[in-house]
């Protein structure tokens, strides 16, 4: 599936908003992929996460046991490219402010993929990593659907990403004025939960 491909997929489905946001990591973007607009529809999730799986397969990472996905975003594109892999799929979720694998025993050496939706600088993949690694899995890399980082995003694993979209992010206390004039919205989970 190519890029443009991907991105014509979130328009379609009326998720590439623009406005004045909040990311999950403090900065500031005039623009949102809300990936739950494309979740609501299955054929696009399943075209979008069987992509996603031969990506990953192409990868050549060897055997892989588990997905892992962050919730929220990751819950639903983590299940369907797994059942593309044939593997079980988990989530971690925050407890504390801390991802962690509540609801799931994860055997000791298992080898992971983690699936995000979207990847802006990589925190909450390296948070992902960082939870599953004390648990003793081995995180071979993740994987999302769309890199707004243009590749530069640490993940501290390698980052297989389904299309680049390189999206302007900023410190809070940097806005060009035209995104400082409208009202921040964050529409994420973080802080939430
Ligand atoms: O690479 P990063 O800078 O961490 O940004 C990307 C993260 O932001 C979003 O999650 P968010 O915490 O907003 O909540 P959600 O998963 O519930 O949408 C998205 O689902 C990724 O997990
Ligand atoms: O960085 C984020 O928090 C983020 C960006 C984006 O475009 N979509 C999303 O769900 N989260
Ligand atoms: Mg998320």
New binding site residues.
């Given amino acids: 599936m190519t890029r443009d491909e991907v991105l014509s997929l979130f328009r379609e489905a009326g998720a590439i908003?623009e406005g004045h946001?909040?990311?999950?990591?403090g900065?500031r973007?005039p623009?949102?992929?809300?990936?739950?607009r494309v979740f609501m529809y299955p054929d696009k999730t399943e075209k979008l996460c069987k992509a996603l799986a031969q990506k990953i397969r192409a990868s050549n990472l060897g055997q892989i046991d588990y997905i892992v996905s962050p919730a929220l975003?990751g819950l639903i594109p983590g299940y369907e490219t797994a059942r593309h892999l044939g593997v079980p799929a988990m989530w971690v979720e925050r407890e504390d402010g801390e991802f962690r694998l509540r609801r799931f025993e994860l055997p000791k050496g298992a080898r992971v993929i983690v699936v995000e939706?979207?990847?802006?600088?990589g925190?909450?993949s390296r948070e992902t990593v960082t939870s599953l690694k004390a648990l003793g899995a081995e995180v071979l890399g993740v994987a999302c659907l769309?890199d707004?980082s243009g590749g530069e995003a640490d993940a501290s694993v390698p980052v297989i990403a389904l299309a680049q979209y390189k999206?302007p992010?900023y410190e809070p206390d940097n806005l060009p004025p035209e995104l400082a004039a409208l009202p921040a919205v964050k529409?994420?989970s973080?802080g939430l939960v």
Avoid: H
């Fill in positions: 908003l946001f909040i990311l999950t990591s900065l973007s623009v949102f992929l809300q990936k739950a975003g939706d979207i990847v802006t600088t925190l909450s769309i707004r999206v992010a529409p994420g973080r």
